[in-house]
């Protein structure tokens, strides 16, 4: 069971846009459309910011939103905010009737 | 609300055993799926094992396959992890979620293998 691939970090403005990618393969990202994406600011646990690619839930800002092209998802954050500085994962179901964690991204607002 | 408290952490040594609870309120266990993830210390997510709303099929990832087994009492709203075997490698801070898209989770527990 590997990782999938994402970047060790990504950088913005306030007010800024940033896209964080997650790359798996056809056995996971690419083959199902069970991407979830999730927020840890330091010391908590994780939080749900996207679901199914694109879902947001409820209460979660609607300057999140997800996508998929591929073996490749995307978060994007819009009007980037302080409170968005934290690490951000994305996971898949796969093929194996498991899940797989992306290697994290640390997102910094300058 | 949905609340999830993990329990059960702590120091073992090498080769040694420890059971974690998560005790869930706020939801109709029965009818969920639940995970467990560990994130070892400074690391990244790490997805452990699944069970399914009814128990009837568990899954796990292969580097705690044989030795980790997950369950659950739907009668006490309670999932457990009961991990053998423990390794160096295994200490993490463990943490329950609630179904498929792990979209609630509990505060974590930490499990510190050493000798």
């Known amino acids: 069971q590997s990782v999938l691939t994402q970047p060790a970090s990504v950088a913005g403005s306030p007010g800024q846009s940033i896209t964080i990618s997650c790359t798996g393969t056809?056995?996971?990202?690419?083959?199902?459309?069970?991407v979830s994406w999730y927020q840890q600011h330091p010391g908590k646990a994780p939080k749900l910011m996207i679901y199914?690619?694109?879902n947001r839930p409820s209460g979660v800002s609607d300057r999140f939103s997800g996508s998929k092209s591929g073996n490749t998802a995307s978060l994007t954050i819009s009007g980037l905010q302080a409170e968005d500085e934290a690490d951000y994962y994305c996971?898949?179901?796969?093929?194996?009737?498991?899940?797989?964690f992306g290697t994290g991204t640390k997102v910094t607002v300058l | 609300q949905v609340h999830l408290v993990d329990s059960g952490g702590g120091v073992v040594q090498p080769g040694g055993s420890l059971r974690l609870s998560c005790a869930a309120s706020?939801?109709?266990?029965?009818?969920?799926?639940m995970q467990w993830v560990r994130q070892p210390p400074g690391k990244g997510l790490e997805w452990v094992a699944f069970?399914?709303?009814?128990?009837?099929?568990?899954y796990y990832a292969d580097s705690v396959k044989g030795r980790f087994t997950i369950s659950r009492d739907n009668s006490k709203n309670t999932v457990y992890l009961q991990m053998n075997s423990l390794r160096g490698e295994d200490t993490a801070v463990y943490y329950c979620?609630?179904?498929?898209?792990?979209?609630?989770w509990g505060q974590g527990t930490l499990v510190t293998v050493s000798s």
């Open positions: 056809s056995s996971d990202v690419g083959g199902y459309n069970y």
């Open positions: 199914d690619v694109s």
């Open positions: 706020g939801f109709t266990f029965s009818n969920y799926g």
């Open positions: 069970i399914r709303y009814d128990g009837t099929n568990k």
């Open positions: 979620a609630k179904a498929r898209n792990f979209d609630y």
């Open positions: 996971n898949s179901y796969t093929s194996s009737s498991s899940y797989v």
